[in-house]
Nanobody, 121 residues
Framework: QLQASGGGLVQAGGSLRLSCAAS????????MGWFRQGPGKERESVAY???????YYAGSVKGRFTMSRDNAKNTVDLQMNSLKSEDTAVYYC?????????????????WGQGTQVTVSS
């Protein structure tokens, strides 16, 4: 089970930190991803972190967002800085222990419920 939290309303240029808590699994064995779906848009990859801690970021968030994981706490975080109105979306955390293309949502087996991020301009 994945539980995402930390969303909210923030002004453009501001920051938010999303967290995703995992339970019931060997967390360290999973690749973890963050996806988002904006109004009228398809779900897209934001970032993912490998089992070893290597990270990947979508070009639209690179340099502004930072993903991290704490295997002792079974959590992943997404620090979002310099937020823009186009970052407004529902953000989902996801986990998988298989697959190879982690920027694709179909690679993930488990999904959290989503948390709303709204950036006002």
């Amino acid at each position: 089970q994945l539980q995402a939290s930390g969303g909210g309303l923030v002004q453009a240029g501001g920051s938010l930190r999303l967290s995703c808590a995992a339970s019931g699994r060997t967390f360290s064995g999973y690749v973890m991803g963050w996806f988002r779906q904006g109004p009228g848009k398809e779900r897209e990859s934001v970032a993912y972190i490998s089992r070893s801690g290597s990270t990947y970021y979508a070009g639209s968030v690179k340099g502004r967002f930072t993903m991290s994981r704490d295997n002792a706490k079974n959590t992943v975080d997404l620090q979002m800085n310099s937020l823009k109105s186009e970052d407004t979306a529902v953000y989902y955390c996801a986990a998988t222990d298989s697959g190879s293309i982690y920027s694709v949502d179909s690679s993930y087996k488990y999904w959290g419920q989503g948390t709303q991020v709204t950036v006002s301009s």
